[in-house]
T-cell receptor
Framework: AQTVTQSQPEMSVQEAETVTLSCTYDTSESNYYLFWYKQPPSRQMILVIRQEAYKQQNATENRFSVNFQKAAKSFSLKISDSQLGDTAMYFCAFLSIIQGAQKLVFGQGTRLTINP | DAGVIQSPRHEVTEMGQEVTLRCKPISGHNSLFWYRQTMMRGLELLIYFNNNVPIDDSGMPEDRFSAKMPNASFSTLKIQPSEPRDSAVYFC?????????FGSGTRLTVV
C-alpha cells in the first residue's frame, strides 16, 4: 500500500523568506503522480503543483517549486518569497494508477504560518 | 464549470439519525473520491469510484457508512445511524492525473 509521510507538523517563517516542506512516500510502482495541495482557513483544498514520476525535471509554478528525488522517494515543496497569503495547511499527495483505476492518498499535512 | 458541488455545506444532526451527503463531480471526470478530515486523523480516504464503479471501500470505517454513484454526475455518502464520532468535514473530489478538484466539503456535527 502507498503511504505518504510529512514529518513536519508545523512550520513558521517570516514574510519574504524561503521555506521548504518535506514529503516522502513509499511505493513499488514506477508510474505515479505527486501533488501538493494547500488548505487555507476557508478549508477549500487548492492544487498547488503536480509532478509526473516519469519526468526528471522538477515542476515549477511561479513561487512554488518541487525537488523530486525519485530514488529517495522524496518530494519537497519550496515556497520562495513567502507571502502572508501562503499561510495554510499543506498536503502532499500520491496518485497511483492500478489497472486503470486511480487512487489518491494524502500525507498528514504541515501547518505553515507566514509571519509579518 | 461550476467545479465539484457538495451539499449541504453544514449539517447538524442528532445521534442515531440518518445523514446523506451529496456530491456532483465535474463533468467528464472518471474518478471520484470521498474523504473525511479530522484534526486527529487528517485526510482519510473513505472510498473511490472509477467510471461509477466502487473500486476500494476499505477506508469506510464501519458498516454504518455506505456510498453510491448511480451515474457519472452524482454520488452520495450515507451514514446510518450517525454517531458523535462521525463529526468531521467530508470532502468529495473528482479529476484525473492532471489533478483533483475538491468540493467545499460538508461539515457534519452529530450531537
Amino acid at each position: 500500500a502507498q503511504t505518504v509521510t510529512q514529518s513536519q507538523p508545523e512550520m513558521s517563517v517570516q514574510e519574504a523568506e524561503t521555506v521548504t516542506l518535506s514529503c516522502t512516500y513509499d511505493t513499488s510502482e514506477s508510474n505515479y503522480y505527486l501533488f501538493w495541495y494547500k488548505q487555507p482557513p476557508s478549508r477549500q483544498m487548492i492544487l498547488v503543483i503536480r509532478q509526473e514520476a516519469y519526468k526528471q525535471q522538477n515542476a515549477t509554478e511561479n513561487r512554488f517549486s518541487v525537488n523530486f528525488q525519485k530514488a529517495a522517494k522524496s518530494f519537497s515543496l519550496k515556497i520562495s518569497d513567502s507571502q502572508l497569503g501562503d499561510t495554510a495547511m499543506y498536503f502532499c499527495a500520491f496518485l497511483s494508477i492500478i489497472q486503470g483505476a486511480q487512487k489518491l492518498v494524502f500525507g498528514q499535512g504541515t501547518r505553515l504560518t507566514i509571519n509579518p | 464549470d461550476a467545479g465539484v458541488i457538495q451539499s449541504p455545506r453544514h449539517e447538524v444532526t442528532e445521534m442515531g439519525q440518518e445523514v446523506t451527503l451529496r456530491c456532483k463531480p465535474i463533468s467528464g471526470h472518471n474518478s471520484l473520491f470521498w474523504y473525511r478530515q479530522t484534526m486527529m486523523r487528517g485526510l482519510e480516504l473513505l472510498i473511490y469510484f472509477n467510471n461509477n464503479v466502487p473500486i476500494d471501500d476499505s477506508g469506510m470505517p464501519e458498516d454504518r457508512f455506505s456510498a453510491k454513484m448511480p451515474n457519472a454526475s452524482f454520488s452520495t455518502l450515507k451514514i446510518q445511524p450517525s454517531e458523535p464520532r462521525d463529526s468531521a468535514v467530508y470532502f468529495c473530489a473528482s479529476g484525473g492525473v492532471y489533478g483533483y478538484t475538491f468540493g467545499s466539503g460538508t461539515r457534519l456535527t452529530v450531537v
